[in-house]
């Protein structure tokens, strides 16, 4: 297949490079060169554009049998939310309308579950999220249940908070010594190796049902005491002080208590993470820190950035 991935980011990258390791063209679109190499490296064409100026599609050269709309707010608030998600989306919408693909996958959040009491989720569970930024995730999703539902073979992954190389919020605020237990510490963090998410598109290009929703999680809804009791052991630290929780309002992902369940990606596209919880997912880079705690040189290469 030749694949357009639009907003060839940190997953964008990742997914983009499995895709053309199994023999599809795939074409990276960005409004910035910054990264050019990286997506060259992965085997990736870079073309430059934004997703909410259509002359920018217009100007790509060829037809794509598929699309992925992997394109991030890079930590905008909610207008530019409101810009990328569903304007992105209306847009790619009307020029797909005269450049038909075969699967369109876009990579929503787990944040659309607004649930607070611990419960654990499925793509059958209430979607209320209780941030402006979830809501403008969950309208961007109706968008395309609606174009699905007319035949627009749009496929929908509930994305965890990511990490991997480079990326790891609450780890690195460990590692600085800036991590806070936040309450008791007992809300569940839902989270998937980016690795893992690539895969994760890769099935649903594959194998999606057009208009279906997929969570796109790892195996263990973690704690946020449990995850900083495991890297306290395992990096011999003391653990973070207790600070009182932000107001929901102020964190973008809102301060929700859920446990995601990815029994559908597992059971219906046949997806299997590499990474199963956070522990294995983390275990290169504690190592990592570990290495240069103890003054040994170099630092373990993760030969996965
Ligand atoms: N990161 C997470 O923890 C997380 C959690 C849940 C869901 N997700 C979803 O997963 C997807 C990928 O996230 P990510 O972390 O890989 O994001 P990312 O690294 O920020 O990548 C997003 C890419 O979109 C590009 N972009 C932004 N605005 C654009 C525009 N108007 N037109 C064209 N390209 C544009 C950015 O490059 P330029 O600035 O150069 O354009 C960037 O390369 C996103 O849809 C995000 O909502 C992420």
Redesign the pocket.
């Known amino acids: 297949m030749r694949i357009l991935i639009?907003?060839?980011?940190?997953?964008?990258?990742?997914a983009g490079a499995l895709l053309v390791r199994s023999g599809h063209e795939v074409v990276?679109?960005?409004?910035?060169?910054?990264?050019h190499e990286e997506l060259l490296a992965a085997g990736i064409q870079p073309a430059?554009?934004?997703?909410?100026?259509p002359g920018?599609l217009d100007r790509l050269s060829g037809s794509f049998e598929a699309v992925v709309?992997?394109?991030?707010?890079?930590?905008g608030g909610a207008e530019?939310y409101r810009?990328?998600?569903p304007e992105?989306t209306r847009t790619l919408l009307a020029w797909l309308r005269q450049h038909p693909v075969h699967r369109y996958v876009?990579?929503?959040?787990?944040?659309v579950y607004g649930q607070t009491d611990g419960s654990t989720v499925d793509e059958e569970s209430s979607a209320e999220p209780g941030t402006e930024t979830g809501a403008v995730?969950r309208a961007t999703e109706e968008l395309l249940l609606d174009a699905a539902r007319g035949g627009f073979p749009s496929v929908i992954?509930?994305?965890?908070?990511?990490?991997g190389p480079g990326?790891g919020?609450l780890f690195r605020q460990f590692l600085e010594g800036e991590a806070r237990l936040s309450g008791d510490g007992h809300r569940c963090m839902n989270m998937?190796h980016?690795d893992d998410?690539a895969s994760a598109i890769v099935a649903a290009l594959e194998r999606g049902a057009g208009g279906r929703i997929y969570n796109?999680t790892d195996d263990e809804s973690v704690t946020q005491r449990e995850f900083l009791e495991w890297l306290s052991q395992k990096l011999t630290r003391p653990m973070p002080p207790m600070a009182s929780e932000e107001a929901p309002t102020r964190k973008k992902?809102g301060i929700t208590h859920k446990r995601v369940s990815n029994l559908r990606l597992r059971t219906e596209l046949g997806w299997r993470p590499d990474y199963p919880t956070f522990r294995e997912g983390y275990a290169i880079d504690v190592a990592r820190a570990m290495q240069l705690k103890s003054g040994l040189g170099d630092p373990v290469s993760s030969g996965r950035d």
Do not use: F, Q
Not at 6 to 14: F, K, Q, S
Not at 28 to 35: F, K, V
Not at 69 to 75: E, I, P, Q
């Open positions: 639009v907003g060839c980011g940190y997953l964008g990258t990742a990276g679109l960005r409004r910035t060169m910054d990264e430059w554009g934004d997703v909410t100026d920018s709309n992997t394109v991030s707010s890079s930590r530019v810009e990328v998600y992105g876009y990579t929503s959040s787990t944040s995730l992954l509930r994305v965890a908070g990511i990490y990326r919020h998937i980016r998410a796109c992902r």
